[in-house]
């Protein structure tokens, strides 16, 4: 959280990203894959008085394509995370969010501690794989050399009630 701004301008900023990635989540379920929606929002930060040097953005924005691509890394904020690095040209991802409607998987968390993300907000917890602080909580693992920021919660209801009307349908479908 940037200490220069209140809880609730923080929180009212965390719940606006969120809603793109339920933007993308909602795109994922359309093309029939688990919808998980992510994004990347890049805050600038002076290092020496730890003041923003320009408002947050999101610079990249991805959802599940683990079917659609076959592949295993096919996860919303891996892919967002990937591309967020093309955008800014670097591995580092230390001036950035990343928003996840779902808490992130080890893989997903341990990628966001290989790239210093600042912060990770997600909507749902995740009772089966989450690492964010749910069954792992890999962002704040002393053992290792990075440390990151979770804010779990945001806009769960929504989170929640994506994945489960998901499942509901599929289930019927069977």
């Known amino acids: 959280m940037n200490e220069h701004r209140t809880a609730e301008e923080q929180r009212a900023l965390d719940e606006r990203f969120m809603g793109v990635a339920l933007e993308e989540a909602r795109a994922a379920a359309a093309a029939g894959e688990v919808p998980i929606g992510a994004v990347v929002v890049h805050e600038p930060i002076d290092r020496?008085?730890?003041r923003p040097l320009?408002?947050?953005q999101v610079i990249a924005r991805a959802h599940n394509r683990r079917e659609t691509d076959r592949d295993p890394a096919g996860h919303a904020e891996f892919i967002a995370m990937k591309e967020a690095a093309r955008v800014?040209?670097?591995w580092r991802l230390a001036d950035c969010t990343v928003y996840v409607t779902l808490e992130p998987c080890i893989m997903c968390a341990g990628l966001m501690h290989q790239a210093r993300v600042a912060r990770c907000v997600y909507g749902a917890p995740?009772?089966?794989?989450?690492?964010?602080g749910t069954l792992y909580d890999i962002g704040a693992d002393t053992r290792l050399n990075?440390?990151?920021e979770t804010t779990p919660g945001v806009r769960e209801e929504e989170c929640v009630a994506l994945l489960q009307e998901f499942f509901r349908v599929r289930r019927k479908k069977k």
Do not use: V, Y
């Open 48 to 50: 020496g008085t730890r």
């Open 54 to 56: 320009a408002d947050p």
């Open 88 to 90: 800014l040209d670097a």
């Open 126 to 132: 995740d009772q089966k794989a989450g690492a964010a």
């Open 146 to 148: 990075h440390q990151f």
